[in-house]
């Protein structure tokens, strides 16, 4: 079974950074990883996404200042998230598909997803 366990969120003032980690197990190195978010009232937004190849993508609103990263020996996936605003908190959610061909706006359709973790920036 695919497992995925967020950890990393947490409240930061704007302008400020936060990494989010996600321990993922039970995926092969094809798939593809990403994250997206949901705030109250909203529907979901996928933020990043990296493909097997390494080949990243990456939502308008974030371009610039999120970076995503995996590291399979490790079993991890990472956002980095510099220059935080207040419209960037929302509950964050890792995610993997076996899907390739995709895009970061495809990740909430994603197969698997972790628990969450909340970011909040004031």
């Known amino acids: 079974d695919v497992q995925l366990v967020e950890s990393g969120g947490g409240s930061v003032q704007a302008g400020g950074s936060l990494r989010l980690s996600c321990v993922i197990s039970?995926?092969?190195?094809?798939?593809?990883m990403g994250w997206f978010r949901q705030a109250p009232g909203n529907e979901r937004e996928g933020v990043a996404l990296?493909?097997?190849?390494?080949?990243?993508s990456y939502a308008d609103s974030v371009k610039g200042r999120f970076t995503i990263s995996r590291d399979n020996g490790k079993n991890t996936l990472y956002l980095q998230m510099n220059s935080l605003k207040p419209e960037d908190t929302a509950m964050y959610y890792c995610?993997?598909?076996?899907?390739?061909?995709?895009?970061?706006?495809?990740?909430?359709?994603?197969?698997?997803w972790g628990q969450g973790t909340q970011v909040t920036v004031s």
């Open positions: 039970g995926y092969y190195s094809t798939y593809s």
């Open positions: 995610a993997t598909d076996w899907r390739t061909e995709v895009v970061a706006s495809d990740v909430p359709l994603f197969g698997f």
């Open positions: 990296v493909r097997g190849d390494g080949g990243t």
